[in-house]
């Protein structure tokens, strides 16, 4: 495992005066702004550590359990079968078809409703290791992301499952899942990141964000599909959750994303990395006091 060091990025920004802070949010610093890139990169190479945390979030939270994270793959199982059935009936749709969309809708919806609430944690869970050890902060939105990657990897089971029981016809479009996956966990990163900045200064933005999910969920085609929509369009096509939804959905249903959903999911990962960035500069000197 890379050595920790004793003095790096971290602490040195941390120890800004306030004036010079105060400078620097409003201000482009460039001494920042490599510190910034330094604990990017440290982030990335402390890749032993934050993996190790990862994973012990996950044992730690099935402490003693005789099957650990699949607790979860079954009560999902359990919730995705019984509303396709109920709703399969409601859409008049056969259960054949249905079934395998709202499966893959709900994984992957999972993955993302997760990686944003946690994300809210991202910083605020880890206060005891920020104030007494100087690693890179960039390394605890990658321990959220790869715990949740974790628990997502479990639950593909169900889809597994459906794939079997229901003999769906899968081509080399299959192979698209894998880019779309990738984007999705970009998006999950930077999202993890501002929303951890913001939650740490504002402690109310976790209840705020789990309540725009909640809602988010049924105004997202997950449970109900999109060509049921005709006659508010404006509800998919405006819908990022949908566009990022359907870059695994498609493929893991047999067909290729349309290019609306990756022109979106692209535009959309530039402005966020970007963003993120900018606001993690000017942010950086001040997470360490607001945990």
Not at 147 to 167: E, K, P, Q, S, T
Not at 197 to 203: D, E, V
Not at 244 to 270: C, D, K, Y
């Amino acid at each position: 495992m890379t050595s920790l060091p004793v003095e790096g990025p971290c602490l040195a920004a941390a120890a800004r005066t306030p004036a010079t802070l105060k400078r620097a949010f409003w201000e482009w610093d460039g001494d920042l702004t490599r510190a910034v890139l330094e604990d990017l990169r440290q982030g990335i190479n402390y890749w032993p550590l934050w993996v190790r945390l990862g994973w012990q979030d996950v044992m730690l939270r099935y402490r003693r359990s005789m099957i650990g994270p699949f607790w979860l793959t079954i009560s999902m199982g359990i919730m995705v079968f019984s509303l396709g059935l109920i709703y399969g009936d409601l859409f008049g749709m056969a259960v054949d078809r249905y079934l395998p969309f709202l499966t893959i809708g709900f994984l992957v919806w999972g993955l993302i409703s997760a990686a944003l609430n946690e994300g809210c944690q991202t910083f605020i869970e880890s206060e005891g290791i920020i104030r007494q050890i100087d690693l890179p902060l960039s390394m605890f939105p990658l321990r959220v992301l790869w715990r949740n990657l974790i628990i997502f990897l479990h639950n593909v089971v169900i889809y597994v499952v459906v794939v079997v029981v229901f003999d769906l016809k899968l081509d080399a479009s299959l192979l698209w899942a894998i880019p779309g996956l990738l984007l999705l966990m970009i998006n999950a990163l930077w999202s993890a990141t501002l929303l951890g900045i913001l939650s740490a200064r504002f402690r109310d933005l976790p209840q705020i964000v789990s309540n725009i999910l909640q809602v988010t969920f049924f105004v997202t085609p997950i449970i109900w599909i999109p060509q049921a929509s005709f006659k508010r369009p404006l509800l998919i096509d405006a819908n990022p959750f949908y566009h990022f939804i359907e870059l695994l959905r498609a493929p893991l249903l047999g067909h290729a994303p349309t290019l609306a959903n990756w022109s979106v999911a692209l535009l959309i990962t530039l402005v966020g990395c970007g963003g993120t960035f900018l606001f993690f500069r000017r942010a950086y000197g001040r997470i360490a006091y607001w945990v």
